[in-house]
C-alpha cells in the first residue's frame, strides 16, 4: 500500500473546436479538442458523442444529468492526484464506472514550416511540464514555459500564434485537431509517466471478479489510523490512499481510499453495511 499526499484513434476527424451545448447521452471531457483527455476519449469510445467543455461546465453539467459520462483526469504517476480529484470529491452524488491509465508520450507540436531550433516558447499543462522536465531540461534549457488550461488550448494557442517560434507539449492528436506538425516524438514516454482518467457515469457496473472500490472518508485525524486499521481486519485488500484536504479544519482530512473488490459482493460489502463512514464513490472493473 503506498499512501501519497498531495492516449490512438485518429484516422479522419471532423472536430468542434469549441465548447459544445451538452445534451443526454453525450460524453463530456475537459476542452478544447487535442487534450490528453480528448485522446482518452478518443481511445474508449472513438469520436462519436465526445463534448469539449471547460472545467466547470464539465462538473455542472455532470452534476445536473446533461452529460451520461464525463472522462476526468484523477491520478498521475510523476505529481501523484491532479487538480481536478478534488473537484470530483466535492460532487454530492458521484459514481466512478471506469478507470482507465495511460501510458504517455509526449509530442512537441508547432506550426507547418517551424524547426526545433525556431522554438523560444513552449506551452503546456503544468502538470504536463512536470512530466516532460527531465527532457525539456536536457534538450530545451533555455526555452521560455507558458501555462496552459490543457494540451488542446496549448497547441491551439499555437496554431494562432503569428510567428514560428511558440510549439506545445501534448498528445499528437492536438496536430490533427490544429493542423500543426510534430517536431518530436515520444517525448517521456514509459511506464514513469502514466496517468490514470476516472470516467464519471450514473449505474454502477456488475461485478467482474477483479474490480476495483473507490471509497471516500472525512474523518479527524486521530481517528484515521484505527479505522483504516478496521478496513484492512476485515480481509479488505487496501490498495492505495490519497490525503486531501477536507476544507474543514487543520485536523480532518478527506481520504480516497482505494480497495480491491466490488462494493456489492463479498468482504467488502458486508463491511461497508456495517461503516457508513465510508462513501462509496463507486465500483468498476480493475485496469
Not at 459514481?95 to 506551452?123: F, H, N, Q
Amino acid at each position: 500500500m503506498k499512501i501519497l499526499a498531495s492516449l490512438t484513434v485518429i484516422g479522419s476527424l471532423t472536430l468542434n473546436l469549441s465548447a459544445s451545448p451538452a445534451a443526454a447521452g453525450s460524453i463530456g471531457y475537459l476542452g478544447p479538442a487535442g487534450s490528453w483527455t480528448h485522446q482518452a476519449c478518443l481511445d474508449l469510445y472513438g469520436d462519436k458523442d465526445l463534448v469539449p467543455l471547460s472545467r466547470d461546465d464539465l462538473f455542472k453539467d455532470y452534476a445536473s444529468g446533461k452529460l451520461e459520462r464525463a472522462c476526468v483526469p484523477v491520478t498521475t504517476s510523476v505529481v501523484g492526484v491532479t487538480p481536478y480529484l478534488d473537484a470530483v470529491l466535492d460532487l454530492p452524488n458521484v459514481t466512478v464506472v471506469a478507470e482507465y491509465p495511460k501510458m504517455l508520450g509526449y509530442s512537441l507540436l508547432a506550426r507547418p514550416g517551424a524547426k526545433r531550433e525556431d522554438i523560444k516558447e513552449v506551452l503546456a499543462h503544468p502538470v504536463a511540464f512536470e512530466e516532460v522536465k527531465p527532457w525539456v531540461d536536457r534538450e530545451m534549457p533555455g526555452v521560455r514555459k507558458t501555462d496552459a488550461a490543457s494540451g488542446g488550448a496549448a497547441a491551439q494557442a499555437v496554431a494562432n500564434s503569428p510567428a514560428l517560434d511558440k510549439a506545445s507539449f501534448g498528445p499528437k492528436v492536438g496536430a490533427a485537431v490544429y493542423s500543426l506538425v510534430s517536431l518530436v516524438d515520444g517525448i517521456e514516454e514509459g511506464p514513469h509517466n502514466v496517468t490514470r482518467w476516472w470516467v464519471l457515469g450514473r449505474d454502477m457496473p456488475a461485478p467482474t471478479g477483479r474490480d476495483k472500490t473507490s471509497l471516500l472518508l472525512d474523518i479527524s485525524d486521530d481517528r484515521f489510523g484505527a479505522t483504516l486499521a478496521s478496513l484492512v481486519a476485515a480481509g479488505v485488500q487496501v490498495l492505495t490512499v490519497y490525503e486531501r484536504p477536507s476544507k474543514k479544519t487543520l485536523d480532518t482530512h478527506r481520504y480516497l481510499i482505494e480497495v480491491a473488490g466490488h462494493a456489492k459482493e463479498g468482504r467488502l460489502e458486508e463491511f461497508l453495511a456495517g461503516n457508513p463512514a465510508f462513501r462509496v464513490l463507486g465500483s468498476y472493473p480493475r485496469k
